[in-house]
C-alpha cells in the first residue's frame, strides 16, 4: 500500500534474459521523478566510475513507460497482493501455506 504513504508511487519493468521474462517492480517517493534521459546520464557520470554496461538515461525512462493497456490495468486494480492472497504467480502462496499449516 505505497500509494497511501507516499506521494508519488511509479512501476517499472525490465526483460531480465536470466529470467527470460519481464520483470516489474515500483518505486516509491514523497516527491514525483523528474529527470529527463539526459539529466539522468549527467548525473550517473559525476557518480560512476567507468562506463555502465546497461543501464543510461534512455534505458531508465524506457523501463518506466508501461503500455496503455498496463497502465489502465494497474488504475482500475483493486486487490492488495499478499503473500496469502497472492495471484497469477507460479507457486504463489507456498512459503505463506507452509509456515500456516
Known amino acids: 500500500m505505497l500509494f497511501l504513504s507516499c506521494a508519488d508511487v511509479v512501476p517499472y519493468s525490465a526483460h531480465i534474459p536470466s529470467y527470460a521474462d519481464i520483470w516489474g517492480w515500483v518505486m516509491a ?4 521523478f523528474v529527470l529527463n534521459a539526459e539529466e539522468l546520464d ?3 557520470k559525476q557518480r560512476i566510475k ?3 554496461r546497461y543501464l543510461d538515461g534512455k534505458t531508465f525512462t524506457s523501463s518506466s513507460t508501461l503500455s496503455k493497456a ?5 488504475d482500475n486494480e483493486t486487490h492488495v497482493y499478499t503473500e496469502g492472497t497472492a495471484r497469477f504467480i507460479y507457486g504463489h502462496g507456498t512459503a505463506y501455506k507452509h509456515n500456516h499449516a
Open 42 to 44: 549527467l548525473r550517473m
Open 70 to 74: 498496463v497502465r489502465k490495468s494497474l
Open 50 to 52: 567507468g562506463e555502465n
Open 29 to 32: 517517493s514523497d516527491s514525483p
